[in-house]
């Protein structure tokens, strides 16, 4: 029997800063690296998965944000900041 994997949802009433509703869907990398940002924010809000992101993207220019659907401010919503 094959084991179904749980698909993230937006949350309905978040506590803390997340992002508006991803125009690419809830089913890409962004969204679910939203999500670990959020988490992430609230276990050791000094942490760098922004930079780290950043840095990946800079190292690896082949590889096009936006076909993870990251739209083209990400790092301009208050989660990423």
Same mark, same amino acid.
């Given at each position: 029997?094959?084991?179904?994997?749980?698909?993230?949802?937006?949350?309905?009433?978040?506590?803390?800063?997340?992002?508006?509703?991803?125009?690419?869907?809830?089913?890409?990398?962004? !969204?679910? #690296?939203?999500?670990?940002? +959020?988490?992430?924010? $609230?276990?050791? *809000?000094?942490?760098?998965?922004?930079?780290? @992101?950043?840095?990946? !993207?800079? #190292?690896?220019?082949?590889? +096009?944000?936006?076909? $993870?659907?990251? *739209?083209?401010?990400?790092?301009?919503?208050? @989660?990423?900041?």
């Amino acid at each position: 029997m094959a084991s179904r994997g749980v698909r993230p949802l937006m949350p309905r009433h978040p506590r803390n800063t997340f992002i508006s509703q991803p125009s690419a869907g809830t089913q890409r990398t962004y !969204f679910v #690296l939203a999500i670990i940002r +959020y988490w992430l924010n $609230l276990i050791d *809000p000094s942490n760098a998965l922004t930079q780290d @992101l950043a840095q990946l !993207f800079s #190292l690896y220019p082949s590889v +096009y944000p936006g076909a $993870l659907g990251f *739209p083209q401010s990400w790092q301009q919503e208050a @989660l990423w900041k």
